[in-house]
């Protein structure tokens, strides 16, 4: 069975720094497109990053550019989501999301997400 | 804020059709496909409908997805009280290189 679970949220103040990481499960990994996606409490979601298989190819949504940095280890089947310099209004539920084999197609599963709270 | 467009609620009764609509532009819509994705309160969200109509196993036919040029709508057949969710569209947008999202729907069954 495919599952993806996050870890890594936290209460942290503003301009802090944590890392949250994704362990996939039941698949091969290595094959997928990998996405963060967010979702502030009681909103809509927000597609945060995606890495390809490799890692070769990124992009970020305008809101965290600069700020946030995704990565890989496929060794280890786990996606990371590196959250620097943190806003109050970065407090999400940060889920994780298998692509395909391409960007561009569709997310799923996702995993169960984990609770960013940035507060002074 | 959202690039693609949804009504934020709808509702109706058990066995009607309800339609959800989603609005985007040529560089979403107008060129990608449409996926819909079904989110209970306080649970992650599960893809529902994905490039033209396909449904992941378990998802029942009662839910159709279409699209026309820069606009796409989710059907749900014979509502039940159980699909009372949120439901949200999404497309890649090749100007942004990445994924939009509407606001989301939160469906009511009376």
């Known amino acids: 069975q495919v599952h993806l679970v996050e870890s890594g949220g936290g209460l942290v103040k503003p301009g802090g720094s944590l890392r949250l990481s994704c362990v996939g499960s039941g698949f091969t990994f290595e094959n997928y497109y990998m996405n963060w996606i967010r979702q502030a409490p009681g909103k809509g979601l927000e597609w945060i990053s995606y890495?390809?298989?490799?890692?070769?190819?990124?992009n970020y949504a305008d809101s965290v550019r600069g700020r946030f940095t995704i990565s890989r280890d496929n060794a280890k089947n786990t996606l990371y989501l590196q959250l620097n310099s943190l806003r109050v209004d970065d407090t999400a539920i940060y889920y994780c999301?298998?692509?395909?084999?391409?960007?561009?197609?569709?997310?799923?599963?996702w995993g169960q997400g984990t609770l960013v709270t940035v507060s002074s | 804020q959202s690039m693609l467009t949804q009504p934020p609620s709808a509702s109706g009764t058990p066995g009607q059709r309800v339609t959800i609509s989603c609005s985007g532009s040529r560089s979403n819509i107008g060129t990608n496909f449409v996926n819909w994705y079904q989110q209970f309160p306080g649970t992650a969200p599960r893809l529902l409908n994905y490039?033209?109509?396909q449904r992941p196993s378990g998802v029942p036919d009662r839910f159709s997805d279409s699209k026309s040029g820069t606009s796409a709508s989710l059907d749900i057949f014979g509502l039940q009280s159980e699909d009372e969710a949120d439901y949200y569209c999404a497309s890649w947008d090749d100007s942004l290189n990445g994924w939009v999202f509407g606001g989301g729907t939160k469906l009511t069954v009376l």
């Open positions: 490039e033209n109509n």
């Open positions: 999301a298998r692509g395909t084999v391409a960007a561009r197609h569709w997310f799923d599963p």
């Open positions: 890495m390809s298989v490799t890692g070769s190819f990124t």
